[in-house]
């Protein structure tokens, strides 16, 4: 090994702050054997986080490809439904649809958003498309005033996949509250 090649200093992603109440939190959780789904905390986590994206509703789940397949379940998804998803997303998106059986059916999407293009939606709807899922990538929310136009126009849900935007608004609305369901991811590089 060359001992003048000096190691290269990794950049994290994502870190943790923890400057609060944190130890306290985890030994609550540890003295009140509440360390999965029950417990103060998960509970007040969902009814802050309904209350921050202005919503009646939020469940939490062990991550966000989780709660996307969770949501087309409920919605009711069958084999051989196609949904529209965008191209540029993390594959979790298109991969949920086929967990239920389903078909993603890939729109291109717009060059200067980077978000699902509404101009390419309308021609991918076929007589087997239930729903659209809206990536709002990078932050920056899909154009949700057309999605749900033309979903209104061919009866299909509106999913948001929010993973990648935690309090980004669109039209002065939070995005999370702006399709039929939405989910969020809290992996470190997101929120």
Known sequence: MNSSI??????????PVLDGNEALY??????????????????DFERKFAEFCSVRHAISTCNGTCALH??????????????IVPTLTYVATANVVRYCGGRPVLVDVDRTTFNIDPAAIEAKVGPRTRGIIAVHLYGH?????QVRRIAQRHQLFVVED???????????ARVGGLGGCAAFSFYGNRS
């Open 6 to 15: 000096k190691p290269r200093r990794n950049i994290a992603v994502g870190g």
């Open 26 to 43: 985890v030994q609550e959780c540890l003295r009140t054997n509440s360390i999965s789904s029950v417990g103060r905390f998960v509970a």
């Open 70 to 83: 969770l949501a087309l379940i409920a919605l009711g998804l069958k084999p051989g439904d196609e949904v």
């Open 141 to 145: 929310p899909a154009e949700m005033d």
């Open 162 to 172: 929010a993973s990648e935007a935690h309090g980004a608004e669109y039209r002065g």
